[in-house]
């Protein structure tokens, strides 16, 4: 009780401090702990933070380490209309923050049969290739493949397979990945897709040949171990 009444007592001025009067410096220090999504979301508390989320040494750690060639790529991309012409053109020497921004979003290259990207959140490199971009078992036969028209694809079409006995799918790619551990997945969708009253719906009337065990699907890279999944 004494404490506070000799506080209250006192001759201060509550409030002389805040936030907004943090260094900058002090503040790009903390966003470094702070993923992508965070650092834009703290922008709005204040100038000094504002500030410092534009900051090149915040976002420097969270840009690939191949970040400039990715830059050239969206930049070359862009100024052949292939990119997101609702974004601000992609150049090495923008500030870090507006590379961050156009890496997030999928830049398409090798004639727009490939995209890559980073993931928003924690800034890995992602890639995705289209079926037209590999050689497959009989792609160019009709009696077994078609090309659909779709949606779902961000390339726009799928490789749709009636019926095959086997098939091997190869493809190569020349592109400058920074150093790290990466995952590969093939997508496979069985079943054609469409819509019904408004919905979207898959026929599996027609699949037949996946109930025969085991059903094998080897994936042999060059210079790596052959993977096998049986399913």
Not at 81 to 99: A, M, Q, T
Request: aromatic share 10%; proline share 4%.
């Amino acid at each position: 009780m004494g404490t506070g009444s000799s506080l209250l007592g006192a001759d201060v001025e509550w409030g002389e401090t805040s936030l907004g009067d943090m260094p900058e410096s002090c503040v790009a220090a903390v966003l470094l702990h702070l993923d992508p999504p965070e650092i834009c979301q703290v922008a709005c508390l204040n100038r000094a933070f504002r500030g410092a989320t534009s900051a090149d040494c915040v976002w420097a750690g969270k840009l690939p380490a191949n970040y400039r060639y990715l830059a050239a790529l969206a930049a070359a991309a862009d100024d052949e209309g292939d990119g997101d012409g609702n974004v601000k053109r992609c150049s090495p020497l923008s500030i870090k923050k507006e590379i961050y921004a156009r890496l997030c979003r999928p830049t398409p290259f090798d004639a727009g049969t490939k995209e890559f990207w980073i993931e928003k959140n924690k800034g890995g490199l992602c890639l995705s290739i289209s079926s037209k971009a590999m050689a497959i078992t009989g792609i160019d036969d009709r009696r077994y493949w078609s090309h659909l028209v779709t949606e779902e694809s961000r390339f726009h079409s799928v490789a749709y397979l009636q019926q095959i006995w086997w098939l091997e799918v190869s493809g190569e790619l020349d592109f400058c990945f920074p150093a790290g551990s990466y995952s590969l997945f093939f997508r496979l969708h069985l079943g054609r897709a469409h819509r019904r009253m408004g919905r979207r719906v898959c026929g599996t009337e027609l699949i037949h040949g996946w109930d025969i065990r085991p059903t094998r699907l080897t994936a042999p890279i060059r210079k790596v171990a052959c993977a096998l999944t049986q399913l």
